[in-house]
């Protein structure tokens, strides 16, 4: 099991569930921080006293702090470690549930999504033990979710929401496609891939589109 871990969850009461829960395992060795620049910087000087981290256990949302930050998401304190401690094996402990930012996180390198539900720290617990193993793991219900997430968002599409985000109608961007000999370029072939992708994404409208795109890194 693992000897040393940190925590990174802004809540004080889920903070220190996953703690006592990290506890009954047998992990002597337990960091609670409430802020991502926190953790990078634990993190960071932990590997420079050559006494590292081997698990972070972080949430995705934390409020915003009165102090300037690097870090305010625990995507781009995922991001930052990964690209420095490819080592760190990575839990996501987060009410996040949609599929499309999920795989972007498996994407970026972490080793266990868990969603925070009723069994969470049920799930929690058995993510810790399969990481421990070398295993990957997801909460069934993200794995179900993800097994019938049959859309795969491809250069097209990005092309596509780029346009989108720079203001360009679909009308304009059919025929901005065809000037540049990209298929498919009809306006009903747009008009169908921008549905297609807000139902994907749980977008009511294009504007929310573009926000969800930016959300998960899409754009």
């Given at each position: 099991m693992y000897s040393k871990i940190i925590i990174a969850e802004d809540l004080a009461s889920i903070n220190e569930g996953i703690a006592q829960l990290s506890k009954k395992l047998g992990i002597s060795s337990i960091t609670q921080v409430q802020y991502c620049d926190e953790a990078y910087l634990k993190v960071k000087k932990a590997i420079n006293d050559k006494q590292p981290y081997e698990l972070l256990i972080t949430d995705l949302s934390f409020k915003a702090s009165h102090r300037e930050e690097n870090y305010t998401k625990g995507e781009e304190l995922i991001a930052a470690l990964k690209a420095k401690h490819t080592h760190l094996k990575i839990i996501v402990f987060s009410i996040e549930d949609r599929p499309t930012k999920i795989k972007n996180l498996m994407n970026m390198g972490i080793d266990a999504y868990v969603c925070k539900d009723r069994t969470g720290l049920k799930e929690l617990e058995e993510a810790i033990k399969e990481t421990w193993s070398g295993n990957i793991y997801l909460s069934p219900q993200i794995a179900n979710k993800m097994g019938n997430d049959q859309?795969?968002?491809?250069?097209?599409?990005?092309?596509?929401?780029?346009?989108?985000?720079?203001?360009?109608?679909?009308?304009?961007?059919?025929?901005?496609?065809?000037?540049?000999?990209?298929?498919?370029?009809?306006?009903?072939?747009?008009?169908?891939?921008?549905?297609?992708?807000?139902?994907?994404?749980?977008?009511?409208?294009?504007?929310?589109?573009?926000?969800?795109?930016?959300?998960?890194?899409?754009?």
């Open positions: 859309l795969e968002i491809d250069d097209f599409d990005i092309k596509l929401l780029n346009y989108l985000a720079e203001g360009y109608s679909q009308e304009e961007i059919s025929k901005l496609f065809k000037s540049k000999n990209i298929s498919p370029s009809s306006l009903s072939s747009i008009e169908k891939r921008v549905s297609r992708l807000k139902i994907h994404l749980g977008a009511k409208n294009t504007y929310q589109l573009i926000a969800l795109s930016k959300d998960i890194g899409l754009i």
